[in-house]
């Protein structure tokens, strides 16, 4: 069978966790920082290492099957691919942003006003969306400085803790987007059944990584207002425990919720509560 080819990026804020969630879902490869391809040895896919804006393009003229790349980029390209899985990081959110002593105070004021850039194709929909008349001036790097060197009114760029703009005397405006990387893939690859071996296996990474196995011993007297604090999960595990009258517990807890419901389970008389990771949940 044909070997499918997988892009990521080469190197930046989402190689490494591309490449630690393909290897946590069983691939065994190189991370070459001086190749461009590496082959897996136990699963018939090819790595790409990319520049992540080549990445929504290769996808969809199927030089590469799959992509790990940034929302903001695919949509940036205005390509046409298949989303086939969103990955939990990478997480930023695209922004306005104005000066600290900026006069400009609602989205009107921003018309007859120039913004700089690198996302001039999402900054363009999202001002005729708006009715809003300003000039984009796009650049390629380092757009937060361009507001303190005239060269813009405000700025429209990736923004994940606020940091740089506090750090440039910028302040946020207006969200526009948010983003996080995703699996993209060519129009029609999901039918694969390769990628969809794959699929299944990031799917039971990311389906792990946002539970816990939680083991608790309780009296037998605590056990029903403990399962009461359970309703999520079908059936917790009961084990009789050496010391008579006592139970042990073992649930899995989305980690969402996660401190609110050991409070709560330990008020409702669980103790010697023990957490443990999940490495995968298969379906
Ligand atoms: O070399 P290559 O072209 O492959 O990489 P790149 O330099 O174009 O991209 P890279 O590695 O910086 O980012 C890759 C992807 O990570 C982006 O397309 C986003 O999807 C995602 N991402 C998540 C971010 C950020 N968070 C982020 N904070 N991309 C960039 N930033 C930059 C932002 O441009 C700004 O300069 O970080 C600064 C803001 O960060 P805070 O924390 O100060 O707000
Ligand atoms: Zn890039």
Redesign the pocket.
């Given at each position: 069978m044909k070997t499918i080819k997988i892009a990521i990026?080469?190197?930046?804020?989402?190689?490494e966790k591309s490449v630690d969630l393909l290897k946590r879902s069983g691939l065994s490869f190189e991370n070459y920082k001086s190749s461009l391809i590496s082959p897996v040895s136990n699963f018939p896919l090819e790595i790409l290492f990319?520049?992540?804006?080549d990445i929504p393009e290769y996808v969809q003229d199927g030089i590469a099957d799959l992509g790990i790349?940034?929302?903001?980029?695919i949509v940036e390209k205005e390509v046409d691919v298949t989303y086939l899985q969103k990955l939990g990081f990478?997480?930023?959110s695209l922004k306005l942003a104005i000066a600290n002593h900026s006069d400009i105070k609602d989205l009107s004021d921003l018309s007859g006003k120039s913004i700089a850039t690198?996302y001039p194709v999402i900054l363009d929909k999202f001002l005729k969306e708006n009715d809003i008349d300003a000039e984009i001036r796009e650049i390629s790097g380092s757009?937060?400085i361009s507001t303190n060197l005239g060269l813009s009114d405000a700025i429209f760029?990736?923004?994940?803790?606020?940091?740089?703009?506090?750090?440039n005397g910028l302040k946020p405006f207006a969200e526009v987007m948010r983003?996080?990387?995703v699996l993209i893939g060519k129009n029609g690859i999901a039918k694969n059944p390769i990628v969809n071996e794959l699929l299944q296996r990031i799917q039971s990474v990311l389906r792990a990584e946002q539970t816990k196995y939680v083991v608790m011993n309780a009296a037998k007297s605590s056990l029903s207002a403990i399962l009461e604090l359970l309703p999520g999960i079908k059936s917790p595990t009961i084990v009789p425990l050496a010391t008579e009258e006592w139970v042990a517990v073992h649930t899995v807890i989305p980690e969402k919720d996660f401190w609110d419901k050991i409070n709560r389970l330990k008020n409702a008389g669980a103790e010697g509560i023990v957490v443990l990771p999940i490495e995968k949940i298969i379906l």
């Amino acid at each position: 069978m044909k070997t499918i080819k997988i892009a990521i990026q080469k190197s930046g804020r989402l190689n490494e966790k591309s490449v630690d969630l393909l290897k946590r879902s069983g691939l065994s490869f190189e991370n070459y920082k001086s190749s461009l391809i590496s082959p897996v040895s136990n699963f018939p896919l090819e790595i790409l290492f990319l520049r992540d804006d080549d990445i929504p393009e290769y996808v969809q003229d199927g030089i590469a099957d799959l992509g790990i790349v940034g929302e903001n980029v695919i949509v940036e390209k205005e390509v046409d691919v298949t989303y086939l899985q969103k990955l939990g990081f990478g997480k930023c959110s695209l922004k306005l942003a104005i000066a600290n002593h900026s006069d400009i105070k609602d989205l009107s004021d921003l018309s007859g006003k120039s913004i700089a850039t690198s996302y001039p194709v999402i900054l363009d929909k999202f001002l005729k969306e708006n009715d809003i008349d300003a000039e984009i001036r796009e650049i390629s790097g380092s757009v937060e400085i361009s507001t303190n060197l005239g060269l813009s009114d405000a700025i429209f760029d990736i923004v994940s803790t606020g940091g740089t703009l506090k750090s440039n005397g910028l302040k946020p405006f207006a969200e526009v987007m948010r983003s996080e990387a995703v699996l993209i893939g060519k129009n029609g690859i999901a039918k694969n059944p390769i990628v969809n071996e794959l699929l299944q296996r990031i799917q039971s990474v990311l389906r792990a990584e946002q539970t816990k196995y939680v083991v608790m011993n309780a009296a037998k007297s605590s056990l029903s207002a403990i399962l009461e604090l359970l309703p999520g999960i079908k059936s917790p595990t009961i084990v009789p425990l050496a010391t008579e009258e006592w139970v042990a517990v073992h649930t899995v807890i989305p980690e969402k919720d996660f401190w609110d419901k050991i409070n709560r389970l330990k008020n409702a008389g669980a103790e010697g509560i023990v957490v443990l990771p999940i490495e995968k949940i298969i379906l």
